[in-house]
């Protein structure tokens, strides 16, 4: 080593260092590019669309409803589409469950893999602030969940325009873009906390990643087994997945699944947000006071 | 503890809880003092944290890396999150691999590195950014003998021909002793020593080896009495740290009273070792 070391010497960097405006941006980028290293996430990715290209051929039945008269004969009612369709992609299980599938490859050794690698302290040795290493996380998450609700969100809704056109559709409803989007960013908050509270709380990404699917649908199960036993509709607020359906439907001003005022479930996800809030603040320390 | 640090390489010393690392986190802003000041090359170590990390380059005792990741990838990474342009940071990331013999091994998978290369990949994250300033923390506490030589070789070069300060946090003296100029000996969290190394082997102590014939235990006891530090080795050499202001007559005049025969006397040069134990109080 000793003569590649003289062979190439060490030579000053004569650049100088910049001051970024998103000084968190290299770490969202990192961590995208390395959630496409792994091969069961670009599966599971791959796999996220599915829900929208189903919905899109939705879409062109809807618009060509005489060609399909043979194979959907009474099915009116199913095809007419309306901002529900727009919601009922948005809020369906098989959606919610492959955005965890997504978010539990990418997002499950975000910050576990770190802790496990002592890797914390080579970025706070950087001109990095706690908000920025955990803007630059949560931006991992939140660049997964956008690009499979709100990009698909947006582009179904540009392929009925196409589908049918005209704006007719898009003037009767110009509210529609914004519930799709106000859905998406919902969701994205609520995932970007959520995961990463999961993969704080563990170094071993693999046991985040059982944590994520597990919390997610038992408490499903657990609002399943209770309102067997009370039959009380609250009771669905134990529910991520009831929690982020009520929400929806709210937001695109539906129908609401559950009977019990929409504003119950906003607070209980808001309310579990700030409690990870806290929790990734407790785990993740840049300094500590030395008495 | 009130500390001076200047150019060169420093190094830290220290029994075990004597506080360096803790040093070295509170002048890299990860441990905020809830009393006291300080300053990194003119910035305040409260307040300027940011300009106090572009200007340091830390390589950790433990070890640390980001998995999934090859080393270009990894040095290049922690290279543009010290504030350098994408493009630069990937052409700097080369060079200080090749610069600490991680070449050849530059796009293999940080997992797959052993103890050595991870040491060496931790001091080329901490050079990527070319740093004013170097707080090395156990820098060869993992490496075998012939990588320990190949890092402090990589170290001296740093601190000798390229204007980087380097501060040295070790527990091995040998370390120290051959690549540093100045030592800061640290104990329960206090400075205990401080200098250049030959100011403080000239002016603390004097340290003579002796041999006796007869009950040493009377004569061990007489010399302590004087103020010397005295310590037998497993080869039955007797090391008296006479104090610079004592009289090396005043050994034989101890042995003359407790009558023991002196059959081997010599003025040593006082290794690190001595006087890291002369400061701390540990053998």
């Known amino acids: 080593m000793a003569a590649t070391v003289r062979a190439k010497g060490y030579a000053h960097w004569d650049g100088r260092p910049v001051d970024r405006r998103f000084p968190w941006w290299p770490i969202t980028r990192m961590g995208i590019q390395l959630a496409f290293r792994k091969k069961r996430f670009k599966l599971a990715f791959a796999m996220s669309f599915a829900p929208a290209f189903v919905f899109l051929a939705g879409l062109y039945i809807s618009e060509r409803l005489e060609d399909f008269q043979a194979f959907f004969r009474g099915s009116d009612r199913l095809l007419n589409i309306t901002p529900d369709y727009f919601k009922i992609y948005l809020t369906n299980d098989s959606l919610h469950f492959l955005i965890v599938l997504v978010l539990a490859f990418a997002g499950a050794g975000l910050v576990a893999d770190d802790l496990k690698h002592n890797s914390l302290q080579l970025y706070f040795a950087r001109p990095l602030r706690k908000k920025d290493y955990l803007l630059g996380k949560m931006s991992v998450v939140a660049f997964f969940v956008l690009i499979v609700t709100a990009l698909p969100g947006l582009v179904l809704l540009l392929f009925k325009l196409v589908f049918a056109g005209s704006f007719k559709f898009f003037l009767d409803y110009p509210w529609l873009p914004l519930s799709i989007l106000g859905y998406a960013a919902l969701l994205t908050v609520f995932f970007a906390f959520y995961i990463l509270l999961l993969s704080s709380l563990s170094k071993n990404s693999r046991y985040v990643t059982i944590l994520v699917f597990m919390t997610f649908f038992f408490s499903s199960i657990l609002h399943g087994i209770l309102y067997g036993i009370f039959r009380l509709p609250a009771l669905a607020l134990v529910s991520i997945p009831a929690n982020l359906q009520q929400t929806g439907a709210s937001l695109f001003g539906q129908k609401l699944p559950h009977a019990f005022p929409a504003v119950w479930s906003f607070l209980v996800l808001a309310a579990a947000c700030a409690v990870s809030g806290l929790v990734i603040n407790r785990k993740i320390r840049s300094v500590e006071v030395v008495k | ?283």
């Open chain 2, 1 to 283: 503890m009130t500390l001076s640090l200047g150019r060169g390489a420093v190094g830290l010393l220290g029994p075990n809880g004597a506080g360096k690392s803790t040093l070295l986190r509170i002048l890299l802003g990860f441990l905020a003092p809830d009393k006291g000041e300080g300053k990194v090359l003119g910035h305040d170590i409260r307040r300027d944290q940011a300009l106090i990390r572009r200007a340091v380059g830390y390589m950790p005792e433990s070890d640390c890396f980001v998995a999934g990741m090859d080393a270009v990838t990894f040095t290049s990474y922690f290279g543009e999150l010290s504030g350098m342009p994408r493009q630069e940071a990937m052409k700097r990331a080369h060079e200080v691999l090749f610069y600490v013999g991680l070449g050849e091994s530059r796009y293999r998978l940080l997992d797959q590195y052993s103890a050595g290369m991870k040491q060496r990949l931790k001091l080329a994250q901490a050079l990527v950014h070319d740093p004013k300033i170097l707080f090395l923390d156990e820098p060869t506490s993992t490496l075998d003998p012939h990588g320990r030589t190949e890092v402090l070789e990589l170290i001296r070069d740093i601190s000798t021909s390229k204007d980087i300060q380097v501060l040295i946090s070790s527990h091995i003296l040998a370390d120290i002793e051959s690549i540093c100029s100045s030592v800061v000996i640290l104990n329960k969290g206090k400075v205990a020593a401080e200098g250049r190394m030959e100011d403080l082997r000239a002016i603390r102590y004097s340290l003579y080896e002796l041999r006796v014939k007869g009950d040493g235990g009377p004569f061990r006891l007489d010399l302590e009495a004087m103020g010397c530090r005295v310590e037998e080795t497993e080869d039955r050499i007797i090391k008296v740290y006479m104090p610079a202001e004592g009289d090396r007559m005043d050994i034989f005049r101890a042995a003359s009273r407790t009558g023991v025969q002196l059959r081997y006397f010599v003025k040593s040069r006082t290794s690190l070792e001595d006087l890291f134990a002369g400061a701390v109080g540990v053998d």
